[in-house]
């Protein structure tokens, strides 16, 4: 016989995965944070279930859950305590508790009786022995040595209980070799990356939760549900935004910067760095009159001085010009802007049979 018996059970569930010791009297389960095992699920009541345990036998009693406790796949009754056996399982929500019970201590080694055919021929020796053998001398014998002591397997030690702890990205290894694990020249760190919580959104808090059941709202703000719905709101309403407002980047003047240069593709028209965002709202805005009129000495000029923010003058009528060419005269220094582009805009936007001349008049 064994000198003490252990219960424990043998958990596992999301994130955690340990060998839990019953101690004696009663051991409380739920969701709730003073529970003695606290089990964060949304299928755990906040008083689920308790395990009662003596010397001999551990009992579990169903506390009258929202979603029911299972014993090997079984529902229990609400209020009705269950011995449990070596190797049951029991099931809440997504937690599995599997029941062990070990013996600790000393424990006798049963004597094997002997068979027929030993005792036969035990008697036969015996009687050879009887007729053959020399007294045997006074001396007490040895008494018979006692049983070596059996000890059952130790219980497995009880693990910590596992929390979670939200841990900021990084690097892994010690920036030497290749990705950090072996020797090398040492590589260049990238910095940590900072998420943004769009405009209006919260972490703790989602719309997408009043489209489901009660169920899913239990636990509060800092619920796994309320915390991942919130993830997904944060990435899929920037997106609905911009479809609900798709009107504004039709218009340049509340169009993003980024989205300018698709606009101007519209009109053949190529932005490079020298514009400035002013610029390019203007002649976007103005872009529908320019492009009728392109070829023209007006397009051309008004499209100079919205990129030059300067007064333009072209002038094709002068008898002094050779034919087929105009003169650009732009009231400016030619430090003050480049002329490469200028001219870049000019030979883009001039009838092509054309040449022209430009100065700078300061």
């Known amino acids: 016989m064994f000198d003490e018996v252990v219960h424990q059970v043998q958990i596992s569930g999301p994130q955690m995965d340990q060998t839990y010791l019953l101690p004696p009297g009663k051991t409380t389960i739920g969701r709730q944070a003073g529970s003695d095992l606290v089990f964060v699920h949304p299928l755990v009541s906040r008083h689920h279930a308790e395990l009662t345990c003596t010397a001999d036998t551990c009992q579990i009693t169903d506390l009258g859950s929202t979603h029911g406790t299972l014993l090997n796949h079984v529902p229990l009754e609400a209020n009705q305590p269950v011995t449990l056996n070596p190797g049951d399982l029991v099931e809440i929500g997504a937690f599995r508790l599997e029941y062990e019970k070990v013996g600790v201590g000393l424990a006798e080694t049963p004597e094997e009786a002997p068979t027929a055919v030993e005792v036969e021929e035990g008697s036969k020796e015996e009687a050879v022995e009887k007729e053959t053998a020399v007294p045997p001398p006074t001396s007490a014998s040895p008494p018979p040595a006692a049983p070596a002591p059996v000890l059952s397997a130790p219980p497995r030690p009880v693990q910590d209980w596992p929390t979670a702890e939200y841990v900021p990205l990084a690097p892994v290894g010690d920036g030497s070799g290749r990705n950090g694990r072996g020797p090398g020249a040492a590589e260049p760190v990238e910095e940590p990356f900072f998420f943004t919580l769009p405009p209006g959104l919260s972490l703790t808090h989602s719309r997408y939760l009043e489209y489901l059941p009660d169920i899913y709202r239990a636990g509060g703000e800092k619920s796994f549900m309320v915390r991942f719905l919130a993830l997904l709101e944060s990435i899929l309403a920037p997106l609905e935004w911009t479809v609900d407002n798709f009107d504004l980047f039709l218009d340049p003047k509340t169009a993003p910067v980024g989205f300018l240069p698709w606009l101007a593709n519209w009109y053949d028209l190529t932005f490079d760095e020298s514009w400035d965002e002013a610029a390019q709202r203007t002649l976007l805005t103005e872009a529908y009159l ?73």
């Open 290 to 362: 320019i492009y009728r009129r392109r070829g023209t000495a007006w397009a051309l000029r008004r499209l100079l001085e919205i990129y030059t923010g300067r007064t333009v003058e072209i002038d094709d009528q002068n008898v002094n010009l050779d034919d087929f060419t105009f003169a650009v005269r732009i009231a400016g220094s030619e430090r003050e802007m480049s002329r490469t582009a200028v001219e870049r805009l000019i030979n883009a936007n001039k009838p092509a049979h054309t040449s022209y001349t430009l100065q700078f008049i300061e």
